[in-house]
């Protein structure tokens, strides 16, 4: 089946940084890609939404010179949390779209300190 | 804009059956998806109905109605392990999925 590989699977990183996260599709070609995050207790938020080769499209809210998105291939897609702040820790989820649907990565639980 | 309402928690015991409801409105409709996600972990695909009317997958079934906008996941046989939160999504226009607040389900003994 359709496998997404989503690293790191856990950061700690200093307020003030950068922190890059990457999304793979094993198996399959990934023609659109999703950025999701996730506080304590809620749903996924849908962050923006990437095509391979064009900028990516933003939720109304989302800082997007803070969170950087890359969607350079049709397998790989980066998220980068820009100068990284205590209110940035989140679980981040990118999901791949491809020929049989949707499919989810394992997340990354970034927290910064 | 998106509008997806699920119950925030429910209760049930095991053994019984559950039904978990979901009503949307969303601009533009291609399907809905159930997910389970346990506390931690990313979630995970349970069902995308496309057509009206109940999909059954094992002790899963899932139904739509697109008029009504109103879907329903079905557990039946509940075990210990399916406590979890369960998340109706609603895909829409530009292939967005959008998701639910999800409904955090307790099996007890």
């Known amino acids: 089946g359709a496998v997404v590989s989503q690293h790191p699977s856990r950061v700690i990183c200093k307020s003030g940084t950068s922190v890059k996260i990457e999304c793979r599709s094993l198996d399959f070609q990934a023609t659109t890609m999703f950025w999701y995050r996730q506080f304590p207790k809620q749903s996924l938020m849908l962050m923006a939404t990437s095509n391979e080769g064009s900028k990516a499209t933003y939720e109304q809210g989302v800082e997007k010179d803070k969170f950087l998105i890359n969607h350079a291939s049709l397998t790989l897609s980066t998220l980068t949390v820009t100068s990284a702040h205590p209110e940035d820790s989140s679980f981040y989820i990118c999901s791949a779209k491809g020929e049989y649907g949707y499919t989810f990565g394992s997340g990354t639980r970034l927290t910064v300190v | 804009g998106q509008n997806i309402d699920q119950p925030t928690e429910m209760t049930a015991t095991e053994g019984a059956i559950v039904q978990i409801n979901c009503t949307y409105q969303t601009s533009g409709f291609n399907g809905l998806f159930w997910y389970q996600q346990h506390a931690g972990e990313a979630p995970t695909f349970l069902s995308y109905?496309?057509?009206?009317g109940l999909e059954e997958k094992g002790r899963f079934s899932s139904f739509l109605s697109r008029s009504k906008g109103y879907s329903y996941l079905l557990l039946k046989e509940l075990q210990m392990k399916d406590s979890a939160s369960y998340l109706c999504a609603v895909s829409g226009g530009y292939q967005k999925v959008t998701f639910g607040t999800g409904t955090k389900l307790q099996v007890i003994p």
């Open positions: 109905n496309v057509l009206d």
